[in-house]
């Protein structure tokens, strides 16, 4: 028993996230959108590799909403290269633009009963209800380049939210860096000015899920 125990926490990886997040409601071409990060970043000699993918993202709460009300988070996400996986997310910080949060992952069979088995052992004073709370689908061009030594991953997503029969559309860029500390300087090539002054993406300092729950 002791064995298994150890086993299911080492699936477990653990990080701190820092990013600028950006969103918008305008109804924008996303190709532009995609080119003009291009340009910028060819602009600034910057080399990078780039991925595509879709995911859906379902999250979970208690019946109180006690993760949302404590800017905690509890998802699963399934990806179109086939990997499901679940992130349980803590604040640590929000100021000068960048959110720092506490990131835990684990890879996931998809089924609800890994999803509270991770909660209960993620928030383990919080029942995780049944039903979703809310549904993120997802498409993702994410750049990978290096920033004055740190790896960075900036992301630009096509998003639709969905509870009910309600849904909505918005679009969002983030610039993530991942590591073990919180960082607040890490944007030395200057994308946060280029993506809220030239391509008029407004900061943010909740998450996707505080903001749908909002919504």
């Known amino acids: 028993m002791t064995w298994m125990l150890f086993s299911v926490r080492c699936d477990m990886s653990n ?3 820092n990013e ?7 109804h924008i071409d996303s190709t532009v959108v995609i080119d003009r990060l291009e340009s910028f970043l060819r602009d600034h000699d910057v080399a990078y590799t780039t991925k595509k993918r879709s995911s859906v993202d379902t999250y979970f709460d208690s019946k109180n909403l006690e993760l949302f009300n404590s800017g905690c988070s509890l998802r699963n996400k ?6 499901i996986k679940l992130t349980a997310k803590k604040p640590i910080s929000s100021n000068k633009g960048v959110m720092s949060r506490k990131e835990i992952e684990k890879p996931s069979d998809g089924s609800l009963r890994s999803v509270k088995s991770f909660g209960a052992q993620i928030f383990p004073n919080i029942v995780i209800r049944d039903e979703p709370s809310l ?7 994410a750049f990978y380049y290096e920033d004055e030594g740190n790896e960075i ?3 630009f997503d096509k998003c639709r939210y969905i509870s009910g029969r309600l849904s909505k559309e918005f679009l969002e860029i983030e610039i993530e860096l ?3 500390n919180e960082e607040k300087d890490f944007d030395h090539i ?3 000015r280029f993506i809220t002054e030239d391509l008029s993406f407004k900061s943010v300092t909740k998450s996707k899920y505080q903001r749908g729950i909002d919504w």
């Open 15 to 17: 990080a701190v996230e």
């Open 20 to 26: 600028f997040k950006f969103t918008t409601d305008r």
């Open 78 to 83: 399934v990806s179109s290269n086939g990997k």
């Open 135 to 141: 549904t993120l689908e997802s498409e993702r061009t």
């Open 153 to 155: 991953m900036l992301s």
């Open 178 to 180: 991942m590591g073990d």
């Open 190 to 192: 200057g994308l946060e």
